[in-house]
């Protein structure tokens, strides 16, 4: 089946400073959501993307869908001690509510 | 938005005994639910899916007589630990499935299982 792999696994960040996470895919992906789970939390939904190219923007968090659909991007700028946790992209397998996570990318954040 | 509440938020039990998890939804009905396992410092794997008023689909390496799920009513499905070991010591989170606009999967607050 479709696997992700979402890299840095670890990120240590200086307050202030931006910082990314990638996810990649070998095979077209038809959506991408992404997650952030604060430490002893549960996952709580960003966004979802679905349009090739497609970049949406929270506040100071940009999302980005590759144009082939292969790989999507989180950069969050100017990190603030209230990103800390962990960062996931997720993919909709093969039914609705299905989904396969990456590794994560676990942000800590030196003030 | 929509809630998925689940209960309890931690337990701890002793080997060899059997522990149920609830997963409602609070505001929505869901016929389908979803159970996944993190262990520490890893990601979320699913283990089951779980149907109103049928039976559950265990992903690949899911012992289905060890994980008892049950989703009985729109609101409520339960997944149940049996002959805990220390191994299953996990945090075990479930989500439900209502087509949002935005795509959003709710998720419960998970349950932090102990077994010594």
């Known amino acids: 089946g479709q696997q992700v792999m979402q890299i840095p696994q670890y990120q240590h960040v200086q307050e202030g400073e931006d910082f990314t996470t990638y996810c990649n895919s070998s095979t077209t992906l038809s959506n991408i959501q992404w997650y952030k789970q604060r430490p002893g939390g549960h996952p709580v939904f960003l966004i979802q993307?679905?349009?090739?190219?497609e970049v949406k923007k929270q506040k100071r968090l940009t999302f980005q869908f590759g144009e082939a659909k292969k790989n999507s991007s989180l950069h969050i700028t100017a990190t603030q001690t209230t990103d800390v946790g962990t960062y996931f992209c997720a993919l909709t397998t093969d039914s609705w509510g299905k989904l396969q996570f990456g590794a994560g990318t676990q942000v800590v954040v030196t003030p | 938005g929509a809630v998925v509440s689940q209960h309890p938020s931690w337990v701890i039990c002793k080997s060899g005994t059997s522990v149920k998890i609830e997963c409602r939804s609070l505001d929505f009905q869901a016929t389908t639910m979803f159970w996944y396992r993190q262990f520490p410092k890893q990601s979320l794997m699913l283990m089951a899916t779980?149907?109103?008023?049928?039976?559950?689909?265990?992903e690949q390496g899911v012992e289905k007589d060890k994980f008892l799920i049950n989703h009985a009513s729109l609101t409520l499905s339960t997944l149940t630990v049996t002959s805990a070991h220390p191994e299953d010591s996990s945090f075990y989170i479930c989500?439900?499935?209502?087509?949002?606009?935005?795509?959003?999967?709710?998720f419960g607050e998970g349950s932090r299982l102990t077994v010594l």
């Open positions: 779980s149907n109103e008023g049928s039976k559950a689909t265990y």
């Open positions: 993307l679905v349009k090739s190219g």
């Open positions: 989500s439900a499935s209502w087509l949002a606009d935005t795509g959003e999967l709710f």
